[in-house]
């Protein structure tokens, strides 16, 4: 029932209830459930869900802190118990993406990152469970110092592949970006293991998606800081050229993405600088970001 209310489609009613269970000791009340061996994948996804949305209303309030914990324990402890259950592992992963970030050192304790990558080999061909898995990987890798880095290559390896299966899923694209620029940006990731074509590949994509041209566009910057012997080998004049097509957007975000993308490559090298001189493209998209505000 408590399910059900928060779904209503009235957004204003829907924030309040949440914000009157979550005054009611609401997640406590979950989190029995959670716990609770009698509860059916059906039900702990649905409580699961609800979790979600109270701790989304919380915000930063230090007073969930134990509460996260208790829900990292959970999760992962379930994730182990149920490895073939996409139910209980998607439900898990979307509330781990919310708990994390309020605990994440009790995170790196329980191990829960080697469940998260398993994720993606017991269920390649499922790219919303796979998104939900990324994102994971996304909010842990903000804090490098919370980061198992011997897990990464795995990460890496395991995002790639999925994203294989599913080029276009703009929510596995937006996350498994995210990811990999917080890697390559605070790790210490091997230029061979970083899977390049992931960004590459997504600021081709014919579509008009501000929030995952940013995050595609994080990582070709953060290479051209962290690896720069590797950007030449996976930018081409042909991807230069893709992007100032683009110019005729009407997003001015959209459009920042991609301007920032050419002055990191044209800082690179003068080679690129050239390139990019040789379209005019600096000055079209300046021009273009400023009719579009």
Avoid at 200 to 215: S, T, Y
């Amino acid at each position: 029932l408590l399910w059900r209310l928060q779904e209503r489609n009235d957004s204003v009613i829907s924030s309040d209830a949440l914000k009157s269970m979550n005054k009611s000791d609401g997640i406590n009340v979950c989190i029995k459930l959670l716990r609770a061996r009698s509860t059916t994948p059906v039900l702990f996804g649905a409580t699961a869900d609800l979790i979600f949305n109270m701790f989304s209303v919380t915000g930063n309030d230090k007073s969930t802190h134990n509460d996260a914990s208790d829900c990292i324990t959970i999760m992962t402890r379930k994730m182990k118990e149920h490895p073939k259950d996409s139910t209980i592992q998607e439900a898990c992963c979307n509330l781990l993406s919310i708990v994390v970030p309020k605990n994440r050192l009790h995170f790196k304790e329980s191990d829960g990152l080697k469940e998260v990558v398993v994720v993606f080999t017991s269920f390649p061909d499922n790219p919303t469970l796979c998104a939900a898995a990324a994102k994971v990987l996304w909010v842990t890798s903000a804090r490098p110092v919370f980061f198992d880095e011997a897990y990464l290559e795995d990460a890496f390896c395991a995002v790639e592949s999925a994203v294989g299966n599913a080029s276009s899923d703009p929510e596995l694209l937006i996350s498994s970006c995210g990811f990999i620029a917080n890697a390559v940006t605070f790790g210490t990731a091997a230029k061979d293991a970083v899977p390049s074509k992931i960004p590459v590949n997504a600021l081709r994509l014919k579509v008009e998606d501000p929030i995952l041209f940013h995050q595609a566009g994080r990582v070709i910057c953060a290479l051209c800081i962290k690896q720069k012997k590797l950007v030449p080998k996976i930018i081409d004049k042909d991807f230069i050229q893709s992007l100032v097509d683009r110019f005729d957007s009407s997003s001015a975000e959209f459009l920042c993405a991609i301007y920032d993308v050419l002055i990191a490559l044209g800082n690179l090298s003068d080679d690129f600088k050239q390139q990019i001189l040789s379209f005019s493209c600096l000055e079209l998209a300046k021009s273009h970001i400023q009719s579009s505000q």
